[in-house]
């Protein structure tokens, strides 16, 4: 580390020691982007709001299992969802801790939930951890609307962390996208959020794969304090509908779909095989997913509704705001 005459508040950080420090601690890929980019205007109000000595972001990416995320079984995607998050705050805070014994500060934003609840339905984080990557050079938004890394492609987790430190050297995007603009996160979406040639359908996404989290969980409570009996209840959400909010709730969010994570053939450790034999590819990871029998949770009358209903092995529920008609 190089320091000025002036005080520690004045040092300058080595960013290869700091990166070295990430990648010592478990992360698998780390990057650095100062506070005053030009392209981070939209993003610092709610850095400076988390940490207002904040003069440095970085960028963390760990790696998850990608077998388990290709699973049908959705419990075990899930799982690895939940165990990278934990493990991905868990290096992002050891990082954190080491960069303490250096004399630089900071906070490790949340991966996730929770989040500023009090702000819903507004923004209710503060920091994008996707536009943090891609700032750091540590991958570029896909079709999906995942960032795709250019080992690890899409299965990864982000974490940012706030410093108070100034490093000798930033990170910048990345020249090139990963994304190889195989379609086939288009093809295995049930929804049809993600589409080749159109802006990404938030809300056709959200409504079917976050059904057990917050927006479903509202409509549960609804549902129980509205309904006459347990039989109108069951109009709205019936028993196996209410195991799974239970299992969210006991447990973990349940994630209802993830596929165009699972499929995305991105990122230098899968893309080789892909191209060499796209066939078995589709086979043993597309297939199983876009024809795994399930139900499908739609707004009434939207383009998801029409998406969902081409395919016979998909049970299409229909929403109002989130609830679903009897």
Not at 9 to 21: D, F, P, R, T
Not at 102 to 109: A, C, D, F, K
Not at 231 to 238: L, M, N, W
Request: with cysteine; glycine share 8%.
């Amino acid at each position: 580390m190089t320091k000025s005459n002036m005080g520690r508040e004045n040092m300058i950080y080595s960013a290869a020691e700091i990166k070295k420090i990430c990648l010592d601690a478990g992360a698998d890929d780390a990057g650095l982007v100062e506070l005053d980019r030009e392209s981070l205007q939209n993003e610092r109000e709610g850095i400076l709001n988390i940490y207002s000595l904040a003069r440095t972001v970085i960028a963390v990416v760990i790696a998850n299992n990608r077998e388990n995320i290709q699973s049908p079984a959705r419990y075990v995607a899930n799982e690895e969802f939940h165990h990278g998050g934990d493990r991905t705050s868990s290096i992002s805070r050891e990082i954190l801790r080491r960069l303490n014994q250096l004399g630089i500060r900071g906070v490790v934003v949340n991966k996730g939930w929770p989040m500023a609840m009090d702000r819903y339905p507004g923004k209710i984080w503060d920091v994008s951890h996707k536009v943090m990557a891609v700032e750091a050079g540590l991958g570029h938004m896909g079709m999906n609307r995942l960032v795709l890394h250019q080992k690890y492609g899409s299965c990864i987790g982000l974490e940012s962390i706030l410093i108070n430190g100034v490093v000798d050297e930033y990170d910048r995007p990345l020249k090139e996208n990963p994304c190889i603009k195989c379609n086939l996160c288009a093809v295995v979406c049930p929804t049809g959020a993600i589409t080749k040639d159109r802006p990404f359908d938030f809300f056709a996404c959200i409504t079917h794969t976050y059904r057990d989290n917050f927006a479903g969980f509202q409509n549960w409570v609804d549902a129980m304090v509205t309904s006459d009996d347990m039989g109108e209840y069951r109009t709205h959400f019936d028993d196996l509908e209410t195991a799974l909010m239970w299992q969210s709730l006991m447990f973990r969010i349940g994630y209802r779909c993830s596929y165009c994570m699972a499929v995305c053939p991105a990122g230098e450790d899968i893309k080789p095989d892909y191209l060499e034999n796209k066939k078995e590819h589709v086979e043993r990871v597309l297939k199983p997913l876009r024809d795994r029998q399930e139900r499908v949770y739609v707004m009434a009358g939207s383009k998801a509704e029409s998406r969902a209903r081409k395919n016979p092995l998909k049970e299409v529920r229909i929403v109002t705001g989130m609830m679903r008609k009897p």
